[in-house]
Structure formats: C-alpha cells, structure tokens
C-alpha cells in the first residue's frame, strides 16, 4: 500500500535505526541561530543522552547564541564550534542548506551517516538520509517524531525546547496547523511555562531596540505596483542604527513591516557588518518567495525565505528589487 506518508515514515525510521546504535553523536544547528534550530538541537541531544550516548552539540558561526536561546535547558552544554570533534554520526536541524552550517559543513561530508532533520521546501537533501517535510511547521515536530520513534519519554526540559520551536516558527501559533497546537498542548500538559517562553522568546527587547526600530519604520518604502499590483514594502536596519545591538535584535522588524496592508510582499534589508547584508522576505499568502530566494543564493519557504548580499544599502536593494 502507498500512501504520501510512506517516504516519510521510511526516513524516520532509518534516522531512528542509525541513532540507536550510534555510541556518539554530533548536532549541528545553523548558523544566526533560531529557537527552532537550537530547540531541535537541544532536544535531540538531550534524548540521546537519555539512551547513553555521547553527544555533542554546537551551531555555526560566527555569530553569537541570542540572549534567550541561551536560557533554554540544556544550552550550557552548547559547545564553541571550534572544539567540535565529529563523530561518524552528524545531525543537522532545521539547515535548508549544507552552506548555513559554514565551517562545520566539512563535518557532515566526512560523517558515516549524515542525518538531515528540516521542513523547509529548498532543502536540498545534502544528507546521508534526510528527513524532510515541508508540511512541518517547524523541524521541532519532526524531532519530537524521532524522540518518540526512538521511545525515548519527552521530559519537561525537552518539551521547553520543543515548544520554543514551535512557537517561534507558527508565529505564537498565527498560522500552525492543527499539529502545532496538538503538539503544543502535549508540551503544556509535560509542564512547560508557555507564559514564560512565549515572552522570554518573542516578546522581551532592550531598550534600544525601540531606536532601531524607529530608524527601520522610519526608511520604509512602499511600492504599491510591484508583484503585478499585490504590493511590496522594505525597509533597511543599517550597520549604524543596530550597532548598540546584538544581530537577532533586528529579526523581528519583519513582522512589523508585514503588518502593511497595501503590501503582499515585505522584506528587510539588515546589515550585520558594514556591506554585509542578509535580507528576509515575508509574503502574506499569493507570492512563492523560494524562486526569488533561490535566485539570490538563499531559500526558505514559500511565504518566508532569505538571502545574504554585499554591498551598499542602494545597490542591494537596487539589485533585489531588479529581480522581482
Ligand atoms: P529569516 O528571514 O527569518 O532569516 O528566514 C526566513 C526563512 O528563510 C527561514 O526559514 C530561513 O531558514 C530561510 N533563510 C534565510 N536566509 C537564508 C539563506 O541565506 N539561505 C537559505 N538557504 N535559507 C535562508
Ligand atoms: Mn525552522
């Protein structure tokens, strides 16, 4: 019998026989890390351990863990990317692509089994077995998936991180399926504080986060005829205006710039060092931003993807807005 579940089923079942018998493990999480790669992490490692295995854990930089994530169970034990060993069995989270893990990359191309666990539509399969569904709202669901396959029981530290996936990547549920929220109330019933995370994840800024802001808002352009009448707006968070901030204090200037209503299409252009960018696009539900993300170098979603770019503020966005 075949039924569209069935390539999936396979794969976790591969992903559970490798990780079973494997007597060490290394996880990798992407490079600007997210709640969804470091929660994924976190959980996955935490549940091997709980089988006796050895596990290291690290994310590529050379960015720095944002202040939050830091705060997740288990983040201590997060080790420099420099002092990872590798071991013949690596797992990446939440990685559209082998590149989003810079350095660390090399460790899964010289890796036995190189396991990719991700939800995203541009993920290229660059593993050994990859287990990827973009149906998935978030790579957290398909770690919890292989936590169960492996019988492993979800206690309350890897329910934290599976919960600050899932809230992170369905936007405090704004757009989760019904498994996000049946995955979610599971987590609550192990004892999470949704209360707490949701805050300490989605809702706490410094203070001067609110200039930043106020300089993005300010730059914002709105072009009323782009994607064929749908509309687009951007904005820019130079070098200047976050230098006072750490580089995933400009993440969520997205969501505000997406509140626009004349606009299908929003995208941000952040500048972590000077002429270094990386541009994130939201759509609200009628424009595929994985062909315009691909063709930059980037990828994503369908309704939320990214880029890298160089240059001065005008010619990147001379340069996206050349492409759509
Ligand atoms: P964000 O705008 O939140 O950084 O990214 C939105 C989505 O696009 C995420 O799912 C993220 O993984 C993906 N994305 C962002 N930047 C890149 C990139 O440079 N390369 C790839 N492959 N995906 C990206
Ligand atoms: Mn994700």
Redesign the pocket.
């Known amino acids: 019998m075949s039924s569209t579940k069935a390539p999936f089923d396979e794969a976790l079942r591969s992903v559970a026989e490798v990780l079973s018998v494997a007597p060490a493990v290394t996880v990798l999480c992407?490079t600007?890390p997210?709640a969804d790669t470091i929660g994924s992490g976190l959980a996955i490692a935490e549940a091997l351990r709980r089988l006796g295995t050895a596990v290291e854990l690290s994310f590529a930089g050379p960015t720095e863990l944002p202040t939050a994530l830091a705060q997740l169970p288990g983040a201590d034990l997060i080790l420099d990317s420099k002092d990872v060993v590798g071991h013949p069995v690596v797992v990446a989270v939440d990685c559209?692509?082998i590149y989003?893990l810079e350095a660390l990359s090399a460790l899964v191309e010289s890796a036995t089994h190189s396991i990719v666990i991700d939800h995203?539509i541009?993920n290229e399969g660059f593993g050994t077995i990859n287990y990827v569904d973009p149906q998935a709202d978030c790579t957290a669901e398909l770690v919890l998936s292989i936590i169960d396959e492996l019988g492993v029981t979800v206690d309350l530290d890897m329910a934290t991180c599976i919960y600050a996936g899932v809230v992170t990547d369905t936007g405090s549920f704004k757009w989760g399926r019904p498994k996000s929220h049946l995955i979610a109330a599971r987590m609550l019933d192990v004892g999470v504080d949704g209360r707490r995370w949701t805050r300490t994840l989605l809702d706490t800024h410094r203070f001067a986060w609110l200039a930043m802001v106020s300089a993005a808002l300010d730059s914002a352009v709105l072009i009323e005829s782009a994607f064929d009448g749908r509309g687009l707006v951007y904005a820019i968070v130079d070098h200047d205006s976050a230098a006072a901030l750490s580089w995933e204090e400009s993440?969520s200037v997205?969501d505000i710039v997406r509140t626009t209503a004349e606009a299908e299409v929003a995208v941000v252009f952040k500048e972590g060092s000077p002429g270094q960018w990386?541009v994130?696009?939201r759509a609200k539900s009628e424009v595929d931003l994985v062909p315009i993300?691909v063709a930059h170098?980037?990828?994503?979603?369908q309704l939320?993807?990214?880029?890298?770019a160089s240059g001065t503020a005008a010619e990147v966005v001379r340069h996206f807005l050349a492409s759509v």
């Open positions: 992407h600007r997210d559209a692509s989003r995203h541009s993440e997205v990386t994130s696009m993300a170098g980037g990828g994503g979603h939320a993807a990214g880029f890298g």
